[in-house]
């Protein structure tokens, strides 16, 4: 059995700011529609179906069973991932590798301006003995794993600035994005401060939005003559110390840990130049510059000199969060690790349209939780089979 799994279908509703008028379920439908139709199967043809969903962000215990029948799912073998949809990817894509399944489909969907109170959400998952109790604001922590960043990387909060002012500004050429703008460093810079040195305009806001990915065997892909397959070369996850009295503050050691894990998968050795370009979760400012060093694009302090130089932008040299990241697509919770999949597929595939990068064929999709946890994911994608 050929072992080897490449993506063949995807489907989204873009994301947005909020999406009143329209069901959790709705959303998910239209993404699974337009997945359907994008591989060329039918329902019936799928031998899995994954959903990624936390029932507590959703409200409703056993989320996934509220998935099956928009999905096609109905009476199939449905699972609930309770991570993001990266998560998703390598589950779907393990499943495809056990030789059980040839197909499988995964969702992943954010209706996060449901939620009454997100913080009270996220402060729910800090340790109830020693952090909770404190009755600090969660987003605390980033301030202090960005200051804690900054002063081991030696970068400076312009630097972080930068960061904001090429996602967001990456993102007025995506449809997908809910964010777009056209910043200036000074405007950035000079926005208030919540946690310092974080700054209200380096948080990526919420959004809403569903996506649908479909996943086959080599097999498969062969037997159906599937133009254009995107290839799961490696994948790697984990999740690291929970407590915040434990961590490294200035690294993200479990982006470090799964990167080695698909890194070897795939047979990379020097991820800086087999990779064409990268798709990283950028939450926060800092994070897109944590999570480059992390990946061994570039070492401590580096990643923020490449931005600086405009390295990571979309006509760099290195290209990183064309579709705008977190901070302009928007942070759609679970669903994020979906944005980063969707954008490369589209660029591997030709399709990006006005933000198509030229010569690609290989790239490294990153995903992080958020806070506090410290699980992380990693995907290396690739246009061809030999890339």
Request: net charge negative; aromatic share 8%.
């Amino acid at each position: 059995m050929d072992r080897r799994v490449a993506v063949i279908g995807i489907g989204t509703t873009g994301f947005r700011a909020a999406s009143p008028e329209v069901s959790y379920r709705e959303m998910i439908y239209e993404a699974a529609v337009k997945a359907y139709s994008d591989a060329g199967l039918a329902p019936d043809q799928i031998g899995s179906f994954i959903a990624c969903s936390e029932d507590i962000s959703e409200g409703t215990s056993i989320f996934d069973e509220y998935c099956p029948d928009q999905i096609g799912g109905a009476r199939r073998p449905v699972h609930s991932v309770s991570g993001d949809g990266l998560h998703g990817i390598i589950t779907a894509a393990m499943n495809i590798q056990t030789g059980l399944f040839e197909t499988a489909l995964v969702e992943c969907h954010s209706k996060v301006s449901n939620c009454i109170d997100p913080v009270e959400i996220m402060n729910y998952a800090l340790d109830p003995i020693y952090n909770r109790p404190l009755g600090e604001h969660p987003e605390f922590i980033a301030g202090l794993e960005m200051r804690r960043y900054l002063y081991e990387s030696k970068a400076q909060p312009k630097d972080c600035a930068a960061v904001v002012q090429k996602n967001r500004a990456h993102a007025l050429k995506n449809p997908w994005a809910a964010y777009p703008a056209n910043l200036e460093l000074e405007e950035i810079q000079d926005s208030p401060a919540t946690f310092d040195p974080l700054r209200e305009i380096d948080r990526a806001h919420h959004a809403d939005g569903a996506s649908v990915v479909i996943l086959a065997s080599a097999d498969w892909v062969k037997k159906n003559r599937v133009k254009n397959p995107v290839w799961v070369k490696g994948m790697g996850w984990i999740s690291e110390d929970p407590g915040l009295e434990m961590r490294p503050w200035g690294r993200s050691i479990a982006t470090q840990k799964a990167a080695k894990m698909a890194y070897k998968q795939a047979g990379i050795r020097s991820p800086r130049s087999e990779i064409d370009f990268a798709e990283v979760d950028d939450t926060y400012s800092y994070k897109e510059l944590q999570h480059l060093e992390d990946l061994w694009f570039f070492p401590l302090g580096g990643a923020a000199k490449a931005v600086r130089s405009g390295l990571t932008r979309s006509d760099g040299k290195f290209p990183v969060n064309v579709s705008g990241g977190c901070l302009g697509m928007g942070n759609a919770a679970e669903a994020s690790g979906l944005q980063r999949v969707l954008e490369i597929v589209t660029q591997l595939r030709g399709e990006a349209g006005v933000r198509q990068l030229k010569r690609v064929r290989q790239a490294v999709a990153q995903s992080w939780r958020g806070i506090p946890t410290t699980s992380c994911a990693v995907a290396v994608l690739s246009k061809g089979v030999n890339s």
